[in-house]
């Protein structure tokens, strides 16, 4: 089981990016995905996350209306769209993996089983 995030980069305030987090070794469609983000000195939290069950979706308040997680099942890759990006949505974004998941806890880092390396958004003027 291997996740590839990639799409991260330098954006200005209130643009907007796309993150992919490609896997292998399993289909997305029968994990559940979630999308997390560590900035500098803080601790890892987790921003989004697309279940098993119906496809549903689950954000972090301080990214909804802004970002959103969907799945390519085609291409057994997940996405992050963000927009109206703000300079405290800087961070290293990581995306997880679980095949079975308490909804409820789908922010905490103990319920994914697998983590990809990571990709660096700076949003700076």
């Known amino acids: 089981v291997q996740l590839q995030a990639s799409g991260g980069g330098l954006v200005q305030p209130g643009k907007s990016l796309r993150l992919s987090c490609a896997a292998s070794g399993f289909a997305v469609n029968y994990y559940n995905i979630a999308w997390f983000r560590q900035a500098p000195g803080k601790e890892r939290e987790g921003v989004s996350c697309?279940?098993?069950?119906?496809?549903?979706?689950y954000y972090a308040d301080s990214v909804k209306g802004r970002f959103t997680i969907s799945r390519d099942n085609a291409k057994n890759t997940v996405y992050l769209h963000m927009t109206g990006l703000k300079p405290e949505d800087t961070a290293v974004y990581y995306c997880?993996?679980?095949?079975?998941?308490?909804?409820?806890?789908?922010?905490?880092?103990?319920?994914?089983?697998?983590w990809g390396q990571g990709t660096l958004v700076t949003v700076s003027s």
């Open positions: 997880a993996s679980t095949a079975y998941l308490w909804t409820a806890d789908w922010a905490l880092r103990d319920s994914y089983d697998y």
């Open positions: 697309i279940a098993v069950i119906d496809g549903g979706t």
